[in-house]
């Protein structure tokens, strides 16, 4: 049925249920999947142990998150035998840009993950849970966080 997943991953502990799920659902219909990595944005000054970040060290820090998260998808895709590619972008839009990539690539389902937060509470931490599932032209399976 699926010949291609695309699969939303980020550093967030409830990434890994997605990952999972859409890794095994990618072999059972012997799909390929595309892992998608949104760069999040630099949007205030963001501090670590010395001092604010600039801009420049805030993106290659992200761009360094990005690739151990997409290495280790990547790993464990290999290890359920599913061929993968995998994708960074950056957007002032996540849910549309996820929409738009998946329609581009033409994946056939959205695999994301959620915390199990309330609708108010996803609105206000920001997850893009609704607006993928309003753009979205595929299927979105919402896989929550594993206790």
Not at 35 to 47: D, G, I, K
Request: hydrophobic share 45%; proline share 5%.
């Amino acid at each position: 049925m699926h010949k291609r997943i695309m699969i939303v991953v980020n550093d967030q502990a409830s990434c890994q249920c997605a990952i999972t799920q859409g890794i095994e659902m990618a072999r059972v219909h012997r799909a390929e999947v595309v892992f998608l990595y949104v760069l999040p944005n630099y949007e205030y000054p963001e501090m670590n142990s010395i001092g604010v970040l600039s801009p420049d060290q805030f993106i290659r820090d992200a761009r360094e998150v990005a690739s151990r998260v997409l290495q280790a998808a990547s790993v464990q895709a290999e290890n359920s035998e599913v061929f993968s590619v995998s994708v960074v972008g950056t957007t002032e839009h996540p849910a549309v840009y996820v929409a738009e990539e998946a329609d581009k690539r033409r994946c056939s389902l959205i695999v994301v993950a959620t915390e199990g937060r309330n609708a108010v509470m996803r609105l206000l931490t920001g997850s893009i849970v609704p607006g993928l599932i309003t753009n979205a032209s595929v299927p979105v399976m919402v896989c929550p966080q594993e206790t």
